[in-house]
């Protein structure tokens, strides 16, 4: 299964059942919040020399890239404009997902006027999920199907909350997270695209295209590029059976795949030192009850998360009991952030990241929240990879960032202890009223969801 590698190293790391293989040979790149994500992304479109491709949840009307590089259409347009082959795959909310419409690009009689009054010259698909839910995937292709395509993957939406910088020096700021691949695993981002453009629910509808030659099916993913660096890759997804190649499926019915959900498992029981978690959501019994499995093994455990969850996320108490438990162990630190704004002041950074690191040897990061519409029920599109290199590297770069302190001369279950360490003390000055550093302090599960924590 893993080509061009010896496999003993990596048994129960990967998901032997996934449909898209582990590749050897792929260079990454953690691509911390969203300043520096979109900065590397619209200097990759502008190295491109033959296409952009994209998969698209949210676009804010007033989202900007970073550097002056204008709005999303401006620099896409740019690029098509050059010659490129532009595709975007948009989510187009259903009726019963009517109120995410305000933020998306779906395809209503305005926006289309939009594209008609700029002369757009890309390409749009527009996609509902089959299941109700969200095509939720955040990626970027750049020159697929060619030794040097670039890929990236991750939870960054086009939003101005999330156009920040490390440290979070502001207010009102997402803390997010996306990476770039190049090398073999990027056919599978294809691979992904192109199923999902050949399927988009959309396309047989006058407004579910855009574009002269949006209409054509695009050809099948088959080129695999050619090693690149020392990273051993898989891309998984959670898929809803409407976007399989299967006219039998029903679309109301489980989904075709959740590799996401069961590398979720994999890697967490393969853990013998340290778990690190950022997420923008944490209720899934099954996932509690395995970090409470790797608790009891002696793992130190860290779970970043918001420090007030999305109003849907206020759940039954069931919830909370499930993670008072998890946070019970000694070894276990529940934590949010919290940055400094212009006026001084403390101000919630809301963690919208989707991201775990094991062992200082293994990583995912991707666009699937751990709750049960992402890893069952919505599209979604993330990328593990084991590289002891380059994931302490992100250990090191996260924990600095969050603890304002360096843990690179630490190993990786001390540097877990210290971040813990660190936590408890932020959030016993914040209550005593007191300045601390950095951006972590401790959540308690008691009164998580039950009051505001934050401004």
């Known amino acids: 299964m893993i080509s061009g590698s010896s496999r003993s190293e990596f048994d129960g790391w990967f998901v032997e059942s996934a449909p898209y293989p582990v590749r050897s040979g792929n260079t990454v790149r953690p691509l911390i919040d969203g300043e520096a994500a979109f900065r590397r992304i619209c200097e990759a479109i502008e190295a491109a020399r033959f296409s952009v491709w994209a998969t698209v949840t949210f676009l804010w009307d007033d989202f900007e890239m970073p550097d002056g590089h204008g709005s999303f259409f401006d620099v896409l347009d740019r690029a098509a404009r050059r010659g490129l082959d532009v595709r975007v795959i948009f989510w187009r909310p259903g009726e019963e997902r009517a109120q995410f419409k305000r933020n998306a690009f779906w395809g209503s009689a305005e926006q289309l006027t939009q594209l008609d009054a700029a002369g757009s010259p890309i390409l749009v698909r527009w996609d509902r999920s089959p299941t109700g839910f969200c095509q939720h995937q ?99 997804r959670t898929m809803p059976k409407g976007h399989r190649n299967d006219s039998s499926a029903d679309p109301a019915g489980l989904p075709a795949e959740t590799t996401i959900f069961e590398q979720y498992r994999a890697a967490i029981a393969a853990a013998q030192h340290s778990i690190y978690i950022e997420n923008q959501a944490l209720d899934v019994p099954v996932i509690l009850r395995c970090l ?163 401004s």
């Open 138 to 236: 955040k990626s970027w292709l750049l020159d697929g199907g060619h030794d040097d395509a670039v890929g990236v993957v991750g939870g960054i939406n086009l939003n101005p909350h999330s156009v920040v910088a490390p440290g979070h020096r502001g207010q009102g700021h997402n803390h997010d997270a996306y990476v770039g691949i190049a090398g073999p695993s990027t056919v599978d981002i294809h691979h992904n695209f192109v199923q999902r453009w050949n399927n988009a629910s959309e396309r047989g509808r006058s407004d579910g295209l855009w574009g002269e030659t949006a209409a054509a099916s695009l050809p099948a993913a088959l080129i695999e590029p050619r090693p690149q660096g020392p990273s051993i890759m898989q891309i998984q």
């Open 292 to 454: 409470r499995e790797a608790a009891e093994r002696n793992v130190e455990v860290v779970v970043v998360l918001p420090g007030e969850p999305e109003p849907i996320r206020y759940k039954p108490q069931t919830w909370l009991h499930d993670l008072a438990a998890l946070a019970a162990y000694e070894n276990v630190t529940l934590a949010a952030l919290s940055g400094i704004g212009a006026d001084g002041e403390r101000h919630g950074v809301y963690v919208h990241s989707k991201l775990m690191l094991i062992d200082d040897q293994w990583a995912t990061i991707g666009s699937c929240n751990l709750h049960a519409a992402s890893l069952f029920r919505n599209a979604e599109l993330n990328a593990s990879w084991w590289d002891p290199v380059i994931v302490r590297q992100l250990r090191c770069q996260l924990f600095g960032e969050h603890l304002d302190e360096t843990t690179e001369d630490l190993d990786t279950a001390t540097a877990h202890r210290r971040f813990g360490q660190a936590a408890r003390e932020n959030r016993l000055r914040w209550d005593a009223g007191k300045t601390w550093r950095g951006l972590a302090f401790r959540l308690d599960p008691a009164v998580y969801a039950q009051r505001k924590l934050v």
